[in-house]
T-cell receptor, first 113, second 112 residues
Framework: NAGVTQTPKFQVLKTGQSMTLQCAQD?????MYWYRQDPGMGLRLIYY???????DKGEVPNGYNVSRLNKREFSLRLESAAPSQTSVYFC????????????FGPGTRLTVT | QKEVEQNSGPLSVPEGAIASLNCTYS??????FFWYRQYSGKSPELIMS????GDKEDGRFTAQLNKASQYVSLLIRDSQPSDSATYLC????????????FGKGTRLSVIA
């Protein structure tokens, strides 16, 4: 049981480049989330998927797109990376939205130069 | 406005002491409360959940919930240097089908 996995672990992009962060969970969870974490800012929700086939914006969605590929996989795409998107990105999953604990992946450290 | 507030710290305690971490939240009807531990450079790890008023104990950790006062606390007894981390509080704030709201975390430093 790997839990929540993320790829890549580290990435350096130049401004304007695009990339996709991948996330997968093997806990048969319905809901999945993408967060970014910056020093002093805490975890900020970018997008979430309450169930397969649905996605919703979180607190900071601008500059990002998501795809819930199937029940296991939820990807985050940066179409044109900006230095302001330098951050650590965490994927999480839970049984459902609402009063359920979330389980986090190991994170992706992204630097945009 | 959904809010979960934590003192950012750092909270420094000597080894063997009790560390007390506090969290307040904005909505009186919140039902589910979680504590996460995050070591530097790592992802958040769930350590406690609490749903009812009162205390819930798990080893050296005790979560305390007071819904009337809208706060939840985490006590760490016999603190160890390995407890040094950032502790995040997360609350399910209605409506019930929205994601958890996370506080920004309190940094705990246990001094040997």
């Amino acid at each position: 049981n790997a839990g929540v996995t993320q790829t890549p672990k580290f990435q350096v992009l130049k401004t304007g480049q695009s990339m996709t962060l991948q996330c997968a969970q093997d806990m048969n969870h319905n809901s999945m989330y993408w967060y970014r974490q910056d020093p002093g800012m805490g975890l900020r929700l970018i997008y979430y998927s309450a169930s397969e086939g649905t996605t919703d914006k979180g607190e900071v969605p601008n500059g990002y797109n998501v795809s819930r590929l199937n029940k296991r996989e939820f990807s985050l795409r940066l179409e044109s990376a900006a230095p302001s998107q330098t951050s650590v990105y965490f994927c999480a999953s839970s049984e459902g939205t609402g009063p359920y604990e979330q389980y986090f992946g190991p994170g992706t450290r992204l630097t945009v130069t | 406005q959904k809010e979960v507030e934590q003192n950012s710290g750092p909270l420094s305690v000597p080894e063997g002491a009790i560390a007390s971490l506090n969290c307040t939240y904005s909505d009186r009807v919140s039902q589910s409360f979680f504590w996460y531990r995050q070591y530097s450079g790592k992802s958040p790890e769930l350590i406690m959940s609490i749903y009812s008023n009162g205390d819930k104990e798990d080893g050296r950790f005790t979560a305390q919930l007071n819904k009337a006062s809208q706060y939840v606390s985490l006590l760490i007894r016999d603190s160890q240097p390995s407890d040094s981390a950032t502790y995040l509080c997360a609350v399910n704030i209605p409506p019930g089908n929205t994601p958890l709201v996370f506080g920004k975390g309190t940094r705990l430093s246990v001094i040997a």
